[in-house]
């Protein structure tokens, strides 16, 4: 099993980014996918959800308006589109697989820099 996030990088006050977590060795369809962050100092925290089955969608409220979360299931990878970035925002992003039985698989996490 293997989540592989990207993406990530140094970005100005009110840019994007989108990244990406490519997934391999489960079948990823029948998995709800999940981004968090942990900022320096923090603990980590949830910032999306997208369903398996209807990819129905869900957010914390910080992105709610600015992130979009989708996922291509022909290509087995989940992303997450940041809108107007805030340096706080400045985190590493982690993809998170989940379903039911304990399945429950993370990524390396990707740094995201929000700085001018």
């Known amino acids: 099993v293997q989540l592989v996030e990207s993406g990530g990088g140094l970005v100005q006050p009110g840019g994007s980014l989108t990244l990406s977590c490519a997934a391999s060795g489960f079948t990823f369809s029948r998995y709800a996918m999940h981004w968090y962050r942990q900022a320096p100092g923090k603990e980590r925290e949830w910032v999306a959800t997208i369903s398996s089955a209807t990819s129905s969608t869900d957010y914390r409220d910080f992105a709610k308006g600015r992130f979009t979360i989708s996922r291509a299931n022909a290509k087995n990878t989940v992303y997450l589109q940041m809108n107007s970035l805030e340096p706080e925002d400045t985190a590493v992003y982690y993809c998170?697989?989940?379903?039911?039985?304990?399945?429950?698989?993370w990524g390396q996490g990707t740094q995201v820099t929000v700085s001018s």
């Open positions: 998170n697989a989940r379903r039911d039985g304990g399945y429950d698989y």
